[in-house]
């Protein structure tokens, strides 16, 4: 054992002797720097809130006397509660694709080897920030004052909220595509939707799709606060009951969401992994066919398995019916016939595409020019700071428990399949919790106040969190892993010496879109008493004050802004 352990550190010495000296520039120190204060920010955050475990425990007969007053989970009529879940389902599903259709083009001008010209990339990009950045609820809002109630307000305000995410992921998809196929499609005289269509579309598909079906799942989630603002569905219904004080009836739909949320999410990893291919099921942003690495290390095996009628054109024209593709064809059939239904389902005005245009100015007058009203601006500002105190929090409160379970979730660093697979139910159970009714549960046990907003970031953010990490950690090279344990490296050497130094760039990525993240979920959260800017929000939803609605709008802007910036500058220091 000693032997070993001698030959692992005498391997590592050797290798660290023999890798470059790089010095470090002065803009890495600061980037370090940058992270640390964040990070002790978190930690004062933290501290600030007052979290406290023995009083949670002690405020315990709180909920037992809610739950005695409550007398029993109560549900709507059958009937009723499958439409309700139809058209939740339905809604959010067209809302998401809404937003991958726009998203196509400002995604192609947001890639840096397809757009036209700088400035085309960087208005694109800033579109994708500023739809990221507007709370759908806050859309939501706006649309109920233009169109009729339903589901069309929630539909365009899923939408335009999604683009900014689903944009992104989509560019980044884009520019790390095999140059090879669009560069030959161009020489033979193609045109650009040629080469798009031909040359970008086919590598880029899957990752699209599953970029996609993460996106349904989170807004699936996000749909439940849209409902208090008059938006159709099960959050309408669960706020209606809340409201009318029939908290049976209330708890009863979350418990509703929360299945509903679980079933689509092991469907979206069901339809990832039969698109993606059984290695690469984990994968939801971000998966194989956009890493050269892993394209080279298939590649060997790309031509020994290609199918007998890919060999020439001609035979390719006259693809056999094989089972494989008949079950393609069925699953392709399936989802167009799912999208109709959705479309359906929502029953959509469309009159008031024609009607809302005479609302516009109407409508424009009241949410412009921005004003805090009869608020101080210094009361607004100090609620803009207990919300991004709440974020930085919750992402404090979030890390440690993601990076567990994000590792055990990845197959090269759990160690067995049994720990694998119960940290990937794990993180899927977590994130089929919405944070908006987790908030509520823990504002009955906690109270008013920041204290059950950071929690129920904090526990949400696990989830996604984990997932992120567990799928980075698996995208690693194995290389250096593969040296270490043949060495005689143990399973925590091989993870401390090769897969976190590999991860550590996604990480930082990951953590400050956490960060993002939170801040926008700390908004809504406000709403139901989770502290921070959110009350002020609910206030002037509720009073018609919209001006405020969109000061408050552009403080969320400026410091997801900021963030975004910050994000940016990390991931480039860090490369």
Same mark, same amino acid.
């Given at each position: 054992?000693?032997?070993?352990?001698?030959?692992?550190?005498?391997?590592?010495?050797?290798?660290?002797?023999?890798?470059?000296?790089?010095?470090?520039?002065?803009?890495?120190?600061?980037?370090?720097?940058?992270?640390?204060?964040?990070?002790?920010?978190?930690?004062?955050?933290?501290?600030?809130?007052?979290?406290?475990?023995?009083?949670?425990?002690?405020?315990?007969?709180?909920?037992?006397?809610?739950?005695?007053?409550?007398?029993?989970?109560?549900?709507?009529?059958?009937?009723?509660?499958?439409?309700?879940?139809?058209?939740?389902?339905?809604?959010?599903?067209?809302?998401?694709?809404?937003?991958?259709?726009?998203?196509?083009?400002?995604?192609?001008?947001?890639?840096?080897?397809?757009?036209?010209?700088?400035?085309?990339?960087?208005?694109?990009?800033?579109?994708?920030?500023?739809?990221?950045?507007?709370?759908?609820?806050?859309?939501?809002?706006?649309?109920?004052?233009?169109?009729?109630?339903?589901?069309?307000?929630?539909?365009?305000?899923?939408?335009?909220?999604?683009?900014?995410?689903?944009?992104?992921?989509?560019?980044?998809?884009?520019?790390?595509?095999?140059?090879?196929?669009?560069?030959?499609?161009?020489?033979?005289?193609?045109?650009?939707?040629?080469?798009?269509?031909?040359?970008?579309?086919?590598?880029?598909?899957?990752?699209?799709?599953?970029?996609?079906?993460?996106?349904?799942?989170?807004?699936?989630?996000?749909?439940?606060?849209?409902?208090?603002?008059?938006?159709?569905?099960?959050?309408?219904?669960?706020?209606?009951?809340?409201?009318?004080?029939?908290?049976?009836?209330?708890?009863?739909?979350?418990?509703?969401?929360?299945?509903?949320?679980?079933?689509?999410?092991?469907?979206?990893?069901?339809?990832?992994?039969?698109?993606?291919?059984?290695?690469?099921?984990?994968?939801?942003?971000?998966?194989?066919?956009?890493?050269?690495?892993?394209?080279?290390?298939?590649?060997?095996?790309?031509?020994?398995?290609?199918?007998?009628?890919?060999?020439?054109?001609?035979?390719?024209?006259?693809?056999?019916?094989? &089972?494989? @593709?008949?079950?393609?064809? /069925?699953?392709? *059939?399936?989802? !167009? $016939?799912?999208? +109709?239904? #959705?479309?359906?389902?929502?029953?959509?005005?469309?009159?008031?595409?024609?009607?809302?245009?005479?609302?516009?100015?109407?409508?424009?007058?009241?949410?412009?020019?921005?004003?805090?009203?009869?608020?101080?601006?210094?009361?607004?500002?100090? &609620?803009? @700071?207990?919300?991004?105190? /709440?974020?930085? *929090?919750?992402? !404090? $409160?979030?890390? +440690?428990? #993601?990076?567990?379970?994000?590792?055990?979730?990845?197959?090269?660093?759990?160690?067995?399949?049994?720990?694998?697979?119960?940290?990937?139910?794990?993180?899927?159970?977590?994130?089929?919790?919405?944070?908006?009714?987790?908030?509520?549960?823990?504002?009955?046990?906690?109270?008013?106040?920041?204290?059950?907003?950071?929690?129920? $970031?904090?526990?949400?953010?696990?989830?996604?969190?984990?997932?992120?990490?567990?799928?980075?950690?698996?995208?690693?090279?194995?290389?250096?892993?593969?040296?270490?344990?043949?060495?005689?490296?143990?399973?925590?050497?091989?993870?401390?010496?090769?897969?976190?130094?590999?991860?550590?760039?996604?990480?930082?990525?990951?953590?400050?879109?956490?960060?993002?993240?939170?801040?926008?979920?700390?908004?809504?959260?406000?709403?139901?008493?989770?502290?921070?800017?959110?009350?002020?929000?609910?206030?002037?939803?509720?009073?018609?004050?919209?001006?405020?609605?969109?000061?408050?709008?552009?403080?969320?802007?400026?410091?997801?802004?900021?963030?975004?910036?910050?994000?940016?500058?990390?991931?480039?220091?860090?490369?």
């Amino acid at each position: 054992m000693t032997l070993l352990a001698e030959r692992s550190g005498t391997a590592s010495s050797d290798v660290a002797d023999r890798a470059p000296k790089r010095p470090i520039s002065p803009e890495r120190i600061a980037a370090s720097l940058t992270l640390l204060t964040l990070v002790v920010v978190g930690v004062l955050a933290v501290n600030e809130v007052g979290i406290s475990i023995p009083a949670m425990i002690k405020s315990w007969g709180n909920a037992e006397n809610f739950m005695g007053r409550v007398g029993g989970l109560s549900f709507p009529e059958p009937g009723d509660l499958v439409w309700l879940i139809a058209l939740t389902v339905g809604l959010v599903l067209v809302g998401t694709l809404l937003a991958a259709v726009l998203s196509v083009p400002i995604a192609y001008l947001a890639a840096s080897n397809t757009t036209p010209g700088n400035g085309w990339r960087a208005v694109a990009r800033f579109v994708g920030v500023f739809t990221r950045a507007l709370p759908d609820v806050v859309l939501a809002m706006a649309f109920v004052l233009m169109f009729s109630l339903g589901t069309l307000p929630g539909i365009l305000a899923i939408g335009i909220h999604s683009i900014g995410m689903i944009s992104k992921m989509f560019a980044d998809a884009i520019e790390q595509i095999d140059e090879g196929p669009r560069l030959a499609i161009r020489a033979a005289g193609g045109t650009k939707m040629q080469e798009f269509a031909s040359g970008i579309l086919p590598q880029v598909l899957p990752s699209w799709v599953a970029t996609v079906l993460h996106r349904n799942d989170i807004n699936l989630r996000g749909s439940v606060v849209l409902g208090y603002v008059g938006v159709a569905g099960l959050g309408l219904e669960m706020s209606y009951a809340f409201k009318s004080l029939n908290y049976g009836k209330g708890l009863g739909i979350a418990l509703v969401i929360f299945l509903l949320c679980i079933a689509m999410e092991i469907v979206s990893s069901l339809v990832r992994g039969a698109m993606l291919g059984q290695q690469r099921h984990t994968r939801s942003w971000i998966d194989r066919i956009i890493h050269p690495r892993l394209q080279e290390a298939e590649a060997g095996t790309s031509s020994s398995s290609r199918a007998a009628w890919a060999t020439s054109p001609t035979t390719a024209v006259r693809r056999p019916w094989t &089972a494989e @593709r008949v079950r393609n064809t /069925i699953g392709g *059939a399936v989802a !167009v $016939l799912v999208v +109709i239904g #959705s479309v359906i389902v929502s029953q959509i005005n469309w009159l008031d595409f024609f009607t809302f245009w005479g609302k516009l100015p109407e409508v424009a007058a009241k949410f412009w020019p921005p004003s805090f009203g009869s608020y101080e601006a210094s009361a607004m500002f100090e &609620a803009m @700071r207990e919300t991004v105190s /709440i974020a930085l *929090a919750a992402t !404090v $409160l979030t890390l +440690i428990p #993601s990076i567990v379970l994000g590792s055990l979730a990845a197959t090269n660093v759990a160690p067995g399949s049994g720990v694998r697979a119960t940290a990937r139910f794990l993180l899927v159970g977590i994130r089929g919790i919405p944070e908006l009714i987790l908030a509520i549960v823990l504002v009955v046990i906690t109270g008013l106040g920041a204290q059950a907003g950071v929690i129920a $970031l904090a526990i949400g953010g696990i989830g996604l969190l984990g997932k992120l990490i567990a799928d980075s950690f698996e995208e690693v090279d194995r290389g250096p892993e593969r040296a270490l344990r043949a060495v005689g490296a143990s399973r925590l050497q091989t993870y401390a010496s090769a897969t976190v130094p590999q991860g550590m760039q996604a990480l930082i990525g990951h953590i400050f879109y956490m960060l993002d993240t939170n801040i926008r979920a700390a908004t809504i959260l406000g709403i139901v008493g989770g502290g921070g800017v959110g009350y002020y929000l609910l206030n002037a939803s509720q009073g018609s004050r919209y001006e405020t609605v969109t000061a408050i709008v552009l403080m969320i802007l400026v410091t997801v802004l900021v963030v975004e910036g910050l994000a940016m500058w990390m991931r480039k220091v860090f490369r």
